[in-house]
T-cell receptor, first 119, second 116 residues
Framework: GAGVSQSPRYKVAKRGQDVALRCDPI?????LFWYQQALGQGPEFLTY????????KSGLPSDRFFAERPEGSVSTLKIQRTQQEDSAVYLC?????????????????FGPGTRLTVT | GQQLNQSPQSMFIQEGEDVSMNCTSS?????WLWYKQDPGEGPVLLIA?????ELTSNGRLTAQFGITRKDSFLNISASIPSDVGIYFC????????????????FGQGTILTVHP
């Protein structure tokens, strides 16, 4: 399909383990976003890439969270030394627009998410 | 930061009924979006609004961008069972310096249940 894909769909980690979550955006989309969604809440912004450049990481909750997009396509969100409070669904979204003109950069297309459970 | 408040938090309706939900903001927005999320899936964009007063339809869905720029409404007409899900409003989130790269701020969602 042509949509955003994420893997794995489900991940169970023991507290203290490192995890890596992958996002494949829609081909050609320059903008890529990561969001965290706690149970019963709306998604919350984590970080943003324009091509390979990470332009905004203000939403990353701690220095245990790290994201990269080295070639401007696939992105990986890494969480080191996972804690129970990291349990959530991690959503990736992409957009074809790089600028705010017309507001279309906000038309983001989401993947199915990775549900992370830390035990 | 920006806060979006959605109401109602949940709705239980009969198939065929019309539905109305709204979203209010603590600050002015220049864009409003409505998303629907099914269990185990990511949010799907339903409608995007870019101008105050704008009224936009997508099939049985109609959304309006409030004149004050601090609210938006979503209506669903003649609901059907597949309308079940969580509806989120979203708008631009800004950094402390006032810049935005397109990140979204979401409301807490309205859970819709449709009884056949």
């Amino acid at each position: 399909g042509a949509g955003v894909s994420q893997s794995p769909r489900y991940k169970v980690a023991k507290r203290g383990q490192d995890v890596a979550l992958r996002c494949d955006p829609i081909s050609g989309h320059v903008s890529l976003f990561w969001y965290q969604q706690a149970l019963g809440q709306g998604p919350e912004f984590l970080t943003y890439f324009q091509n390979e450049a990470q332009l905004d990481k203000s939403g990353l909750p701690s220095d245990r969270f790290f994201a990269e997009r080295p070639e401007g396509s696939v992105s990986t969100l890494k969480i080191q030394r996972t804690q129970q409070e990291d349990s959530a669904v991690y959503l990736c979204a992409s957009s074809s627009k790089r600028r705010l003109a017309g507001g279309q950069i906000y038309e983001q297309y989401f993947g199915p998410g990775t549900r992370l459970t830390v035990t | 930061g920006q806060q979006l408040n959605q109401s109602p938090q949940s709705m239980f309706i009969q198939e065929g009924e019309d539905v109305s939900m709204n979203c209010t903001s603590s600050s002015i927005f220049n864009t409003w979006l409505w998303y629907k999320q099914d269990p185990g899936e990511g949010p799907v964009l339903l409608i995007a609004l870019y101008k105050a007063g704008e009224l936009t339809s997508n099939g049985r869905l109609t959304a309006q961008f409030g004149i004050t720029r601090k609210d938006s409404f979503l209506n669903i007409s003649a609901s059907i069972p597949s309308d079940v899900g969580i509806y989120f409003c979203a708008g631009p989130g800004f950094n402390a310096g006032g810049t935005s790269y397109g990140k979204l701020t979401f409301g807490q969602g309205t859970i819709l249940t449709v009884h056949p």
